[in-house]
């Protein structure tokens, strides 16, 4: 069913059964006319749809509303489950290795059966949200999907996990340790669980930024397989960093959860609170910012900062300014890293979303209505998370740096938005990069600086090209790269594959489809340290001349509908200088030495960021 | 009987004999110090974690006593270089007197040396520490959870042994259980050391401080080098040491629930069996096993990295003599030292090298080693004598480069020194003795 809507798609009727509702907790709540249509005490049912609804919590359980858990429910792509919940990308498998315990998933009927689709769990007790394995297979189902269905949409094809089957494993309870982790090898999402301070147990896959931030990761490596290659502080830092603003988007996306922090801001300044509206002074840039850090982030439970950080407050907490970037020692660590990338994306939906107020009226003098600042907040958030997933396509397939991923950002939201005066994005995301000290990689034209060069000036050959299977088959667009090598700057003597080749459809807002197709390729060599020399470069102090060393470049290729070519998006083997510092990183930090092989990095990085373990290694020191 | 002690000046010994005991994967040295008319005695490590299959049950003990023999029942100082099982063990009391640490006991050391950070006081006062970028209080803290969380992993880990099928998964469960010991807290032998020192002196040292020693071992110098504070090894923000912290206390509190026998989080909800899932959950039960041996592995390294770099680094000299002591600190801890060019100048000069880490790849920093002047080939005067304590087959694997000894450093050491490893003693010999004229 899910396919079929994607011939008919337009941004509208997406947004709508993407749009997450909230299942508010409280009477007050009740305004919201999406509470009404889900506040059944039986299981909710539909037919015939093509998504359905389920409960999730909205956060995670320490964000509580009038007493109780917020929750919301989302909508989801429809299709028959199986036990588990068990769908045709997601398979639930409720198995704890440190109790070896397998827990038994709901009957499939309980979900819904012959087109039908019921949500167990709508009003579910905050008991129940607490003791019930099911209800957390279910949430960690819907929000996987969730984010999944996000992606498809900014994207507009299907995106594959990274790795080879089409269903990721989720196990939503897998250990008894403050952990949480993507692991492509064993295809899965793990979660954790252990007892927080009070010895309640906290459990990871109940959080949404934590299901979300490993979904992602998940996605990400599927788009940009080597972007989980060692190589500069920023790639490293950037798995981390994008995951993490994709989740908190996510998360500000749901109009409750914006819902939540504006009655934080209500109630302590307004002490007249009339909840129909809320005065425009707290709503400027530094009081939305405030509401955010002291209405969420000082609120999402702290028990899991040893599962994900706390990159809302921490990133929250940098000063705008530049200092902060690439040569301070402090931010080398990816974590930290990542949080500068997270703190301009932040800062951006802080000011498209006070921009956008700024422009509102006034419903009774000096006060707006307060249902209107909180879905222009959601909305803000919703623009900004298909912007930034959008922007993958545009990212070179190698060695990222932050100031390529403006550039891609900018550029993807160029092509499909030529008018941005409504939420200025592209105006606000470049202004608060570069207040973290973040410039766009490419100068861009005068109407859209920071933008890629487009590819027009150079001089292609299609003369042996086929349009039709360049928008689809690797080989084609392997030979299409051969024949233009020179033009576009691929290094001569290296081992290049395309990893793929993907043709989209995008739905601008004014409605038209953008079509293009997106192909990946990448080159390495493998040299001696001794080699060095020969490609500009210098082995770094201590690294014996006979070290093997991998140089790296890549390719993203763009081609427009007609089949032309439009961007060349590359970091080539021959750029000495970023080449030069991802070599002096590697070696700093010890990846040239077997014990940094590890079967899982991204378990193993999130096990040293929470134990506070520096990465750096002393290298040449070990035997 | 405690030898009488005179009361003349200091002069310096004229003889050293270094008693390297087998205790197999472990540390336990004795220096008999020969002064003109007296000996003095300290005792570097007492511990095991793991012994030859041909020694006495009661090792330790019969170690114990020959250490009460050797030094006429007195000792003059005791170091522990660090408190991991397998240098610490020696030291448990027993409640009827007859552990091996009732024996070193009554010994009488008049000084106890132990890394500052098993100083009572640093838990509350102490705003530095050592090595990895926690301050102070901190990483106290920290040091204690990971006691917690060592019961936790060892019991966790004992328990997914036994129901496990896979030969290969069951083996690294074991060894889990070997490493997770090793940080277990000794709670007897650390109040025994602790009682110990408070009836003579005990000194908690960092690097640049005085050790404490000097006053039983007139004539000697000796130079703390490790461990480093955190101030001089690295500049972490305290925001990190709130994660760490943080962190450790919740795993702290996720192994107390694992050594308290695991219960599942959901005692009363529907299960399935694990030993025979569904077909659908055949291929990924076995794989979250493996998740979890591996997360486990993880851990374990990484306290057991932190805990070996609290060792303290002991340099006597007397003469032209050098007597280096690392424990088991690895490149973190050293890595304050190597950056002195003044204290590497002097390390050149060292004549004698207890290998760190029973041979382990990242605690001999090949700056260290290749900066000293005596090593060479055994024709060279005064080569470079060193000795390791350590069993082969008790940690790290050869496929990773992590097995210990590191085959290429024992290659090393056997080309370029005077070379002894305690496993040629078997499980039949307690003890090797070595004679240097000072």
Known sequence: MWRSLGRRRDEATIRILLKARLMPRSTRSSASPSVSRSRSRTPSRRTESRTRPLTIVAQDPSIVRDGRILTATVDVPAEALAAGPWGHRVQIIDYDASTDTLYKPLNATAHGTGGQFLDPYANAADRTILRDPNFHAQNAYAIVMRTLARFEFALGRRVSWGFGSHQVKVAPHAFADANAFYSERDEALVFGYFPGHDGALVFSCLSHDVVAHETTHALLDGLRTRFTDPSSPDQAAFHEGYADVVALLSVFSLTGIVEYLIDYSGKRRDTKRDRRVIARKYVDHEQLRESIVFGLAEQMGSELSGVRGQPLRRSLALSRSPRHYRDDPDFLEPHRRGEILVAAVLNAFISIWSHRLETLGDVVPGHLDRRRVVEEGAAAADRLLTMVIRALDYTPPVRIEFGDFLSAALTADAELQLDDSKYHLREHLRESFELFGITAASRGTATEPGTWRAAKALKLSFSRTHFESLTRDPDEVFWFIWENRRALEVFDGAYGRVLSVRPCLRIAPDGFALRETVAEFYQVIKVSAAELPRYGLRAPNGMPRSTVVSLYGGNALVFDEYGQLKYNIHNNISDSVRQQRRLDYLWRYGFFNAEQVTTNRFAELHLRRAMGATLERATGEEW | ?438
Not at chain 2, 46 to 68: E, V
């Open chain 2, 1 to 438: 009987m405690a030898a009488k002690r005179s009361n003349r000046p200091a002069r310096a010994p004229t003889r050293l004999t270094l008693r390297a005991y087998q205790v197999g994967f472990g540390d336990c040295f004795l220096l008999t110090w020969q002064y003109s008319r007296t000996q003095r005695h300290v005792l570097i490590d007492f511990g095991s974690n793991g012994q030859p299959t041909t020694a006495p049950k009661n090792l330790l003990n019969a170690i114990a006593d020959d250490i009460r023999k050797q030094c006429g029942g007195k000792l003059d100082a005791i170091v522990l270089t660090h408190r991991h099982k397998d240098h610490i063990t020696g030291f448990t009391t027993q409640k009827d007197g007859s552990g091996p640490g009732d024996v070193i006991r009554a010994l009488g050391p008049d000084v106890v040396v132990q890394p500052w950070t098993e100083d009572p006081n640093a838990k509350t006062d102490a705003t530095e520490a050592t090595t990895d970028g926690i301050d102070g209080k901190s990483f106290v803290s920290m040091l204690s959870a990971m006691h917690t969380v060592s019961a936790g992993v060892v019991a966790e880990a004992g328990r997914l042994a036994a129901t496990e099928t896979a030969p290969w998964r069951r083996q690294m469960f074991q060894g889990l259980t070997f490493l997770g010991e090793e940080g277990i807290l000794n709670r007897s032998a650390v109040e025994n050391l602790m009682a110990m020192g408070k009836a003579g002196t005990a000194t908690y040292v960092r690097h640049g401080q005085k050790s404490g020693l000097e006053k039983v071992l007139p004539g000697v110098g000796i130079t703390v080098l490790g461990p480093p504070t955190l101030k001089q090894s690295s500049a972490i923000k305290k925001e990190r040491t709130a994660d760490a912290t943080e962190f450790w206390m919740l795993r702290a509190a996720a192994g107390e629930r694992m050594a308290a026998g695991g219960e599942p989080p959901f005692p009363a909800a529907a299960t399935l069996s694990s030993r025979r899932p569904p077909p659908y959950a055949r291929w990924f039960v076995p794989r979250v096993r493996s998740i979890r041996a591996e997360g486990l592995l993880s851990i374990v390294r990484i306290m057991d990295d932190a805990m070996n770099n609290t060792s303290v680094i002991l340099l006597f000299e007397v003469g032209d003599s050098m007597f280096l002591f690392p424990g088991d600190a690895q490149i973190e801890n050293w890595q304050y030292t190597l950056d002195q060019p003044e204290l590497m100048r002097k390390l050149a000069n060292v004549t004698f090298y207890k290998v760190g880490h029973h041979g382990s790849r990242n605690a001999t920093p090949k700056t260290l080693w290749f900066g000293f002047t005596h090593r060479g080939p055994a024709n060279k005067p005064g080569r470079l004598r060193t000795v390791v304590s350590t069993m082969a087959d008790k940690y790290g694997s050869l496929a990773e480069g992590t097995e210990v000894p590191r085959r290429t450093l024992v290659t090393e050491l056997q080309k370029n020194s005077d070379f002894f490893t305690t496993q040629s003693l078997g499980g039949n010999k307690l003890s090797q003795d070595f004679e240097f004229e000072l």
